[in-house]
């Protein structure tokens, strides 16, 4: 399936190492959101996903927990159509992982 | 056929799973988007609708602006299929049509997600966002017509700068006229109740049907007669430098011309990566002073110095310095330096940035009472920084240039933009800390200058005795 969105985005450019590092964001995703999914079970009813100054603005946990994987999704589709796959961004990909993490771990 | 032609003429296709993806997607934030407003803001739901009417215009114009004169006039793969018995109705539907569809998929997933929300309301939701996607299908018929008219009427040697002129200044008029609109909107919530007493789409469809069918007539007409030999002029001026008589020159600086020709020849770099930059300075400075209380940051020129310091990090021109430079290719057989390639890639980088710095430096001297050595240390720290990051940003691009296939050059960068900004910021909030604390017995100012000045010195000493780090 990847590689056939790959091959539908990228065409002629579509490479092996292109291919491997997109497979790498969309393994992260994936993870995401298991991750999101899981931690469903353990937020509260409400999470914060906006704040101005002090105030926050909270969302149902069902609703706003799927925000950080479908923010990474759509930033994987860009990456991938302006054929911008890098090992960097993948990197990028780890670092929203771990902040999604903490930022779960402290509404906990 | 139209989608086979589409994938010749523009070379573009997506899988059913990347459409499948956008849907959910976009419902997901159309959802999240209705929630936000019918929750924190106390006007009812209905009065929405013609916000996010505005939003929706706002955005499918800007997509229309920046897609239809390309698609339509400049792409040269349309030249490929004029020999073909094809008419020039199709060719232009083909591009408009998919335009259409796109802009119809955002005004479903704007108004579709009321629908999901308040069910209730589902009928007015329908007609608003019908109603909404005509306006935007007239906006995309009028700029086509435009461009037509440009392409026809205007002289064949004028021809590219109309094109960039009529793109440009539109992008900023619809950018401006929204800002405009918007912010009153948005402070005072009891305009949005009049403006939904006013704006009624039912009392509206009818003209709006006319206006759709008479600029479909209109534009029907000008495709017949005038298409063709406005696509073929326009593609004149693109070919017409080729038979022009050079003047012998003597190129008395060849690193500066080999950086000022990659700048100057790509539009979108200069232009829609600054106002790109602005954007995202004045989204991170809201955001900063925002959260001052928070970060704990206090000083006299702290609200001046982090939007400034912003300014400079965000340096498209050196950040894109190696990437979006092909002739990088030959520069390792070629008897020429690298340490000066990358000398006057750096400097380019300043003097775009620049423009940036003093717009923004003369911005705070026009609406904040700043005495004069002030003043003028700010603007000795804003140069000094440009340099810095110009320096870093490039550095970064030249070290580890993106490989990428993509022509569009718009986005090259960023990750270096990222970076050079964090440690902008990172140096700017120490230099804060040490002054606020007292660790450092000088006042903010005057010591970022000389933190500023040090930097600059080490990145210059770098450039001059680092042989091995340019591989000279």
Redesign the interface.
């Known amino acids: 399936?990847v590689r056939?969105?790959l091959k539908?985005?990228?065409?002629d450019?579509l490479t092996e190492n292109?291919e491997k590092l997109a497979m790498v964001n969309f393994g992260i995703i994936l993870i995401m959101f298991v991750v999101s999914a899981v931690m469903l079970f353990f937020l509260p009813e409400q999470i914060p996903i906006?704040h101005?100054?002090?105030t926050n603005?909270p969302?149902p946990s069902v609703?706003g927990v799927?925000?950080f994987p479908?923010i990474a999704?759509?930033i994987n589709?860009t990456f991938i159509k302006?054929?911008?796959l890098?090992k960097?961004?993948s990197a990028?990909f780890g670092i929203l992982l771990i902040v999604m993490l903490m930022f779960y771990f402290s509404v906990m | 056929m139209n989608r086979t032609l589409y994938k010749i003429l523009l070379r573009s296709k997506n899988s059913t799973i990347v459409w499948i993806s956008y849907v959910i997607v976009g419902g997901y934030m159309g959802y999240l988007l209705w929630y936000l407003w019918s929750r924190y803001i106390s006007e009812p739901v209905s009065s929405y609708r013609m916000l996010v009417s505005f939003l929706v215009i706002w955005l499918c114009t800007i997509a229309a602006i920046y897609q239809i004169p390309d698609q339509l006039c400049t792409n040269r793969y349309i030249k490929n299929v004029l020999c073909y018995p094809i008419s020039h109705k199709i060719i232009v539907s083909a591009i408009l049509v998919r335009i259409a569809v796109i802009q119809f998929g955002i005004c479903f997933m704007a108004f579709g997600s009321q629908f999901l929300f308040s069910p209730q309301q589902g009928k007015d939701a329908l007609l608003a966002g019908i109603t909404c996607w005509l306006l935007v299908c007239i906006g995309d018929m009028a700029i086509a017509l435009i461009s037509i008219i440009i392409s026809r009427f205007s002289p064949v040697s004028f021809e590219g700068y109309g094109f960039i002129s009529f793109q440009y200044g539109s992008f900023l008029a619809v950018v401006i006229l929204a800002v405009r609109a918007i912010v009153p909107i948005l402070s005072q919530t009891d305009i949005l109740l009049q403006m939904r007493e006013i704006w009624r789409p039912e009392k509206y469809l009818f003209s709006i049907l006319l206006s759709f069918f008479m600029l479909m007539i209109c534009l029907g007409i000008a495709i017949k007669y005038w298409y063709i030999r406005g696509y073929l002029n326009v593609q004149n001026f693109q070919y017409g430098s080729v038979g022009k008589e050079i003047k012998p020159t003597r190129i008395k600086n060849p690193y500066w011309l080999i950086e000022w020709k990659r700048v100057t020849r790509n539009k979108e770099l200069v232009f829609f990566s600054n106002i790109k930059n602005l954007l995202t300075i004045v989204v991170l400075s809201i955001l900063l002073f925002q959260n001052f209380g928070q970060f704990r940051l206090e000083g006299v020129y702290v609200m001046e110095m982090l939007p400034l310091v912003s300014c400079c990090a965000v340096n498209t021109i050196s950040s894109t310095a190696y990437s979006g430079d092909m002739n990088r290719f030959y520069y390792a057989f070629l008897p020429i330096s690298e340490r000066k390639i990358f000398l006057w890639k750096t400097v380019q980088g300043f003097f775009f940035g620049e423009s940036t710095v003093l717009l923004f430096w003369i911005g705070i001297i026009l609406f904040r009472s700043i005495p004069v050595v002030d003043a003028c240390l700010l603007l000795a720290y804003g140069s000094l920084m440009n340099y810095a990051c110009s320096w870093m940003g490039g550095f970064l691009d030249y070290k580890a240039p993106r490989m990428a296939n993509s022509t569009n050059e718009l986005l090259h960068g960023n990750t270096g933009k990222i970076i050079v900004l964090l440690v902008s910021i990172a140096l700017t909030v120490m230099e804060i800390y040490l002054t606020d604390k007292q660790i450092i017995s000088v006042s903010l100012l005057p010591f970022a200058v000389i933190t500023s000045i040090c930097v600059v010195m080490i990145e210059v000493s770098c450039c001059m005795f680092g042989k091995e780090v340019f591989h000279d």
């Open positions: 399936m056939k969105i539908s985005m990228l065409g450019n292109n906006l101005n100054g002090a603005y969302v609703l799927w925000l479908l999704l759509i589709m302006q054929g911008r890098s960097m961004n990028i």
